[in-house]
């Protein structure tokens, strides 16, 4: 085993990471609204939510091609604006990423928000709390665990994904190649010792990041 | 003289509130069945729930206005709440519960009256623990010394007891009656399902039904002496005639099924009258209009009172007697239901 680029695992961490990031600053205020949503709207973006969920991962990769390609009206505005084009960049991984894993936070958050008791909430604001004060100091703490649950989750799926990113991203050397499109590569090309090693290391990196965040959430919720 | 005045309109698909009272300084009990309004209101007289149409005025300061459109904020309405789910905030100690309503204030004035609420509350000791490590009794005190400790301009006490233990809820009663009594001056609300709870607790009372006020008064007329058959089925009365059961003859006699009573006056849509009033006697010794003679039809012993069901002038009654080991099914009895028993409904 010679030569084993540890790039794909670092580009899959770090585009992970940045979709779950992104899905947190945005997945929180979505779920927030959507637990409190009985309208037809709220149904309607709920099911679209969903949706990446049941979809395969290609149909969706296929969708962001056609929403963010070249010759797409947003691909068309990037490249003339800021001179970028997103498709077989590493940010369209991360923006793959985020779109099979955002469902996660989402879904998860909004049951978590939802299980906060509104006696609690009524409770406060007669105490004199301002809706700001109540959201920060106690649905977020109250819906903690399962806000953590659904960060765990998102970032689970957006490590793994494979059929969004390869359509969006491409499969770059040492520019857009993730862990598990390299792991297929390795065995495309008859590499079975590297795909060995590469399939290795992601089951370790995976065990250690969900066996720590376990943790932490533990002890955040016992503090 | 503090007094809150509330006058609520607000309408739901399937119900309607509709609710006028005026309330002074005191206990006020608030009973109905559930679904009846209860809740809703003092969750819109908090500010938790804006009324279609109406007017909320506490001392004097106007809270709700829908004519100026005037609605002040839960938050600035400083009423305190009590729960029937305690509605403690279970990530927090019990100290920094009962401190949830004091932002803003200074350390050390906060740190004082916290020590001074749990020694109330009695319990001292409890200050660093969590609400899931204590009894609903003790869970339904520290969320009393939350409103308390406020200051509140108004008191609302939705079902605080209907969560508890029969046992603790008594014990609770006694303590958190004298805790209000001791430190509260302004109007309070007290609402319950429960009618004896009412009576114990409440000097004034209310009457609540699909959303409207039935009767409101002195707590003695309110829940033992019935206007209207709504109230009377509310209060559980056992004797409840209308309809085709009751006449009043050419007369003004009042007929109860084939039965003479006394006059009547006003036009009655029924009577009422409590089975404890109805005295079983030995025998039919006057021409008393009140003693009757029936056959009995059912015998139900219970705790404290049984009740048994005489057949009279062809309806039954329910009358409760102390032991029912005297009494048989076709037995004939003598019962003296006084004129003054004979409670009127006017609707």
Request: charged content about 20%.
């Amino acid at each position: 085993m010679a030569d084993i680029s540890l790039f794909p695992l670092f580009l899959s961490l770090r585009v992970a990471l940045t979709a779950t990031g992104l899905a947190i600053l945005i997945g929180i205020p979505i779920a927030y609204y959507l637990h409190k949503a009985d309208s037809r709207l709220g149904t309607l973006i709920d099911t679209l939510i969903t949706l990446p969920i049941v979809l395969p991962p290609t149909v969706l990769g296929y969708y962001l091609l056609v929403l963010l390609g070249r010759n797409s009206a947003i691909g068309t505005f990037l490249e003339d604006t800021f001179g970028v084009t997103l498709v077989f960049t590493p940010a369209a991984a991360v923006v793959a990423a985020l779109v099979v894993s955002i469902p996660f936070m989402i879904k998860s958050a909004k049951t978590a928000f939802a299980s906060v008791g509104e006696d609690l909430l009524y409770s406060a604001e007669i105490l004199g709390r301002s809706k700001i004060n109540i959201f920060l100091t106690l649905t977020i703490p109250l819906a903690w665990r399962g806000i953590v649950a659904g960060i765990t989750m998102t970032f689970a799926r957006a490590l793994g994904d494979f059929g969004a990113t390869l359509m969006v991203a491409g499969s770059i050397p040492n520019e857009t190649m993730t862990m598990p499109i390299a792991i297929y590569d390795a065995l495309l090309a008859g590499d079975r010792e590297m795909a060995n090693v590469l399939v290795a290391i992601m089951t370790v990196v995976a065990l250690t990041i969900l066996y720590t965040i376990n943790r932490l959430e533990k002890r955040v919720i016992q503090g | 003289m503090t007094m809150l005045e509330a006058d609520i309109q607000k309408q739901y698909p399937d119900f309607s509130l509709d609710i006028s009272f005026t309330a002074a300084a005191g206990l006020t009990g608030i009973l109905g069945p559930s679904g009846c309004g209860k809740s809703l209101t003092l969750q819109t007289i908090a500010g938790i729930l804006s009324p279609d149409h109406g007017r909320i005025v506490m001392d004097g300061s106007v809270w709700f206005d829908s004519e100026t459109n005037i609605n002040v904020r839960p938050q600035l309405r400083k009423s305190g709440y009590v729960f029937q789910s305690y509605a403690l905030f279970p990530h927090l100690t019990v100290a920094d519960n009962i401190a949830y309503g004091l932002k803003g204030r200074p350390k050390e004035e906060i740190r004082a009256k916290v020590a001074d609420w749990l020694r109330l509350i009695q319990l001292q000791d409890f200050g660093r623990r969590y609400p899931g490590q204590l009894s609903g009794g003790q869970k339904q005190r520290v969320a009393l010394a939350r409103s308390m400790i406020t200051e509140p301009r108004l008191l609302l006490l939705d079902e605080p007891f209907s969560a508890l233990d029969q046992h603790i809820r008594r014990q609770l009663e006694v303590d958190m009656l004298r805790l209000i009594g001791e430190h509260y001056h302004g109007v309070a609300l007290l609402v319950t399902h429960n009618i004896e709870e009412a009576y114990r607790l409440s000097e004034e009372g209310m009457l609540f039904h699909d959303g409207r006020v039935l009767q409101k008064g002195a707590r003695a007329d309110v829940l033992t002496r019935p206007e209207s058959i709504a109230a009377a089925e509310i209060l559980g009365i056992e004797n409840i005639f209308q309809g085709r059961a009751f006449a009043v003859d050419e007369d003004g006699v009042l007929m109860i099924g084939k039965e003479r009573f006394h006059k009547v006056s006003a036009p009655l849509s029924g009577v009422a009258v409590h089975g404890h009033t109805i005295g079983i006697v030995s025998s039919d010794k006057t021409n008393d209009p009140g003693i009757k003679t029936g056959v009995i039809e059912r015998v139900v012993p219970g705790v404290k009172d049984g009740t048994i069901l005489i057949n009279i002038g062809g309806l039954t009654w329910r009358v409760s007697v102390r032991n029912t080991d005297s009494y048989q099914i076709g037995q004939t009895v003598h019962v003296s239901i006084p004129a003054e028993a004979i409670m009127p409904l006017y609707h």
